[in-house]
């Protein structure tokens, strides 16, 4: 999947025949649901070019748990908020940040803590999350069974592999600090992304950090069994991080609060139906995805974001795309110390102001949810 470096773009184009037109909005009752942004309501071809384009980057390659925003496009979402929204590929996290920052996309989904370390470097040109679909991060550090390490106390004296950007390569210090392991114990060996399951899979290294969302998948398809690895989240060993938010520029915001607040009122309601039916927002990634998509591998990942990344008891309290402050502060002051950066407070990282009412982006009941099939 990694290996494709192909831009896709998905654009939501309305069908200029009336009747035809009348047929699709009966089967999408939900579509008209939410008001337009600016009260404006799209019904002709002629309306698409009045919609306001807006460039979104999903951080890395589409992939299953971009599911909320595929669903959105097809069930009409983002028309309805007089949106007409393209998705072209990421390069990581903190490229796009970047890119957000530079007016090259309008919004991205972007690591919180990445973010803090770009705004402290360029103070007059900041990036700011508006809500945060991942509530838990999926950065972890993970081994195979025949490595012989049975818990992170384990990798003592171990060779660990990484990019030399990887985020959660870059928090290493604070995770071993967490799980009892002197940081400089172990060896790390930097490589490209694409060769990080290779290696370890040869045993030239013994575990790697990264995504759990990126590296199982890689794994399984390179024909281990989720019995044969050992997944370490930062979550589950005293890193209570977030996962990724959506980012937008300050400035942009500032000039165009009613464009976010639509995006995110369409996104949340992709993501509850993404919650309520996955096999349909998985089906709808597949649709959106080209011919090296490896369709089971998207549907792995998106079944690790609905057992590890969206659904947590915090969720249930502050919404969908919410996040508790208190702990939001904490985590970013343990990212800060590795960074060498002042913590920020944290209005300066999330602003709430634009999500839409905790009612309207509640997490579906878990009775509503159904299985991934």
Partial sequence: MKNSW?????????????????SCQSQQPNATTTPAAGGATATTAADTAQKRAIKVNPSWLLQGDNAPLTIAIDKGYFSTEGLDVKIERGYGSS????????????????????????NAKNPNDPVVAVAVPYNRSAFSIVSLKSSNIADPKGLTGKKLGAPAGDA?????????????????????????????????????????????????????????KPEDINV??????????YGNAIVVKKAFLDKNPE??????????????????????????VVKAGDSLMDKN???????????????SPEVEK??????????????????????????????????????????????PPAAERKPLI
């Avoid at 639509?262 to 139906?273: I, V």
């Avoid at 591998?297 to 659904?311: G, V």
């Avoid at 919410?322 to 300066?348: F, M, S, W, Y």
């Avoid at 999330?350 to 309207?360: A, G, H, R, V």
Wanted: glycine share 8%; proline share 6%; no cysteine.
């Fill in 6 to 22: 192909l831009v896709r773009s998905l654009s939501l184009i309305l069908i200029a025949a009336p009747a035809l037109l009348s």
């Fill in 95 to 118: 490229d796009t940040i970047t890119k957000v920052a530079a007016g090259q996309f309008e919004l991205g989904f972007g690591d919180i803590y990445s973010m803090m370390e770009f």
């Fill in 168 to 224: 959660p390569r870059k928090l290493w210090p604070v995770f071993a600090e967490k799980v009892g392991v002197q940081p400089d114990s172990v060896e790390w060996i930097t490589m490209e992304p694409k060769l990080r399951e290779t290696l370890l899979i040869k045993g030239d290294i013994d575990a790697v950090s990264g995504f759990a969302t990126t590296i199982i998948p890689a794994l399984e398809k390179a024909g281990r």
């Fill in 232 to 241: 370490f989240y930062y979550n589950e060993n005293g890193l209570d991080l």
């Fill in 259 to 284: 464009v976010v607040k639509g995006f995110l009122r369409a996104y949340l309601k992709g993501l509850q139906d993404t919650l309520k039916d996955p096999t349909a927002g998985w089906e709808s």
């Fill in 297 to 311: 591998a998207e549907k792995r990942r998106l079944q690790i974001a609905l057992e590890r990344l969206y659904i």
């Fill in 318 to 363: 502050v919404g969908l795309g919410g996040v508790d402050p208190t702990r939001l502060e904490t985590t970013a002051k343990q990212v800060a110390g590795v960074l060498k950066i002042e913590a920020p407070p944290v209005n300066k990282i999330f602003d709430e102001s634009y999500l839409p009412p905790l009612e309207q982006r509640a997490l």
